[in-house]
T-cell receptor, first 115, second 113 residues
Framework: GAGVSQSPSNKVTEKGKDVELRCDPI?????LYWYRQSLGQGLEFLIY????????KSGLPSDRFSAERTGGSVSTLTIQRTQQEDSAVYLC?????????????FGPGTRLTVT | AQSVTQLGSHVSVSEGALVLLRCNYS??????LFWYVQYPNQGLQLLLK??????LVKGINGFEAEFKKSETSFHLTKPSAHMSDAAEYFC???????????FGTGTKLQVIP
């Protein structure tokens, strides 16, 4: 079946502009995560959606970052007034609610470059 | 609360040598543990996972990991490194079915011919 997809694959934007990054999780997966990976850095947790529960937003670095998940499926990560330090690869992952291990399935990422 | 520590941000091994990547975790409940691999310019893919069944877990590409509760460790090994193993490896823990996953900072493996 289809895996996690993300769009766009690459995004170049000017400093101060807003950007929206999209994630389509695997159908039926109730959990969805956003991570940020800067050059040479590990995975930085941003936000976690689990079913209908309130999202865990504890990783969002500032109020310029927000995310929503509509209908328990597609998610959009929005960065307002982008800064150069926002340049990174943004990874989305989904995970089933049940089953063994709850492993995550990652999308290919969106590479964001803020000029 | 849960956390993961990966010792060594960079590890170099010779082709054919043993690969050992270290991971220690902390978790207040019995954990689920994972190793993911990220090849250059690609997303992460699951190598193997521990889910409280067998303590020695075998994954793809000849990798395996052993869960040691007494040492709170989940080290990743492979008997003989191959050039294609060069990648970044991430250890992760999940303290329960509804908790978020916490990742380590990653270990970049270099394989020297």
């Amino acid at each position: 079946g289809a895996g996690v997809s993300q769009s766009p694959s690459n995004k170049v934007t000017e400093k101060g502009k807003d950007v929206e990054l999209r994630c389509d999780p695997i159908s039926g997966h109730t959990a969805l995560y956003w991570y940020r990976q800067s050059l040479g850095q590990g995975l930085e947790f941003l936000i976690y959606f689990q079913g209908n529960s309130a999202p865990d937003k504890s990783g969002l670095p500032s109020d310029r970052f927000s995310a929503e998940r509509t209908g328990g499926s597609v998610s959009t990560l929005t960065i307002q007034r982008t800064q150069q330090e926002d340049s990174a690869v943004y990874l989305c992952a989904s995970s089933p609610r049940s089953g063994t291990g709850y492993e995550q399935y990652f999308g290919p990422g969106t590479r964001l470059t803020v000029t | 609360a849960q956390s993961v520590t990966q010792l060594g941000s960079h590890v170099s091994v010779s082709e054919g040598a043993l690969v050992l990547l270290r991971c220690n975790y902390s978790s207040s409940v019995p954990p689920y543990l994972f190793w993911y691999v990220q090849y250059p310019n690609q997303g992460l893919q699951l190598l193997l996972k521990y889910t409280s069944a067998a303590t020695l877990v075998k994954g793809i590409n000849g990798f395996e990991a052993e869960f040691k509760k007494s040492e709170t460790s989940f080290h990743l090994t492979k008997p003989s490194a191959h050039m294609s193993d060069a990648a970044e490896y991430f250890c992760a823990v999940r303290g329960g079915g509804y908790q978020k996953v916490t990742f380590g900072t990653g270990t970049k493996l270099q394989v020297i011919p």
